[in-house]
């Protein structure tokens, strides 16, 4: 059952399409930007593509729990989590989709290269990336989302990592390995192996009902906190290109200027613009507070 959907990131490359065609905009900063557009449409296709995967494979069946591009705070550290699976044994699968079209290659250690345009380049370790990912995980369970009871026992989470890339991707890993990468279309597979492989009988003493499950995954989902990222502030530009500065502060200025409905002259009852009922206000010594148009001024 699938409880949140992939999230859409249109808005995002809306606004870096705007910012790129900005005046004030250096040559340097217009190329960062058009490499994060690539970024954004490349990080969008991938979850998009594993998203079809899970979907496919598990949204319509009762005993999993798909929660799709989540994003946690708790107690001071951040999670970003493009999938989740929950299963009635609550078994919790971690996935981290990354679109390395061309490959990525696995080292001993778990440090990882990807190939772009035909160029290997270190790239930030997602098996990392996921551990911390369970970290935040677990300490929401202790502090926000209350985890599932049964026969009055709270049913501890067992937690398994995979890191997912596009079926054309090529892998390379040791053959000892213990974190799993795998392309996006084995995903059922995977899971299935490593579900037919675990020979704990214990598992079946804390299986959920499909309600309680559902109920669960619901309350997580609902912990979602999402963020608008500042764009035009990760590259040094101000939230106002400058041309559209001298309009609005204009605009602001003749706002000032134009009578308001209560500013009106204590003597006579006329208008007064805002500038002149400023000056009374500001020599309040003179004029005790009150608002007097500029010929009733000269009187006081």
Not at 108 to 128: I, L, M
Not at 177 to 192: E, G, L, P
Not at 195 to 218: H, P, R, Y
Request: aromatic share 8%; hydrophobic share 35%; charged share 30%.
């Amino acid at each position: 059952m699938i409880i949140r959907n992939t999230g859409n990131r249109s808005k995002d490359i809306q606004i870096l399409e705007v910012l790129v065609s900005r005046p004030d905009a250096s040559e340097e900063t217009k190329r960062k930007i058009e490499q994060e557009i690539r970024n954004v449409k490349a990080g969008m296709k991938g979850e998009r593509e594993s998203a079809y995967e899970i979907d496919f494979h598990f949204g319509a069946s009762k005993n999993w729990m798909i929660i799709h591009d989540l994003r946690l705070e708790c107690d001071g550290r951040v999670a970003q989590i493009d999938h989740l699976l929950i299963n009635r044994f609550m078994e919790i699968w971690v996935c981290e989709s990354k679109n390395f079209a061309e490959g990525i290659s696995v080292n001993e250690q778990g440090e990882c290269t990807a190939f772009y345009g035909g160029k290997p380049r270190g790239v930030p370790s997602p098996f990392e990336q996921n551990r911390k990912h369970i970290e935040v995980l677990k300490s929401l369970f202790d502090i926000e989302v209350a985890l599932p009871k049964r026969l009055g026992f709270e049913i501890k989470p067992t937690f398994n990592s995979i890191v997912l890339v596009s079926k054309n991707a090529r892998i390379s890993r040791p053959k000892k390995f213990d974190d799993i990468i795998i392309k996006n279309d084995q995903i059922k597979t995977t899971i299935q192996k490593n579900i037919d492989e675990d020979n704990n009988l214990l598992g079946i003493a804390k299986i959920l009902g499909s309600d309680t499950l559902q109920d669960f995954a619901t309350r997580l989902a609902s912990a979602h906190r999402p963020i608008e990222f500042n764009w035009a502030a990760k590259f040094g530009l101000p939230e106002v290109p400058p041309q559209e500065r001298a309009p609005q502060k204009a605009a602001q200025e003749a706002e000032e200027d134009k009578p308001k409905g209560k500013l009106i002259c204590r003597t006579c009852g006329e208008a007064v613009t805002y500038a002149v009922a400023k000056f009374c206000w500001v020599n309040k010594p003179r004029f005790g507070g009150n608002v007097y148009c500029i010929s009733c001024q000269k009187s006081i």
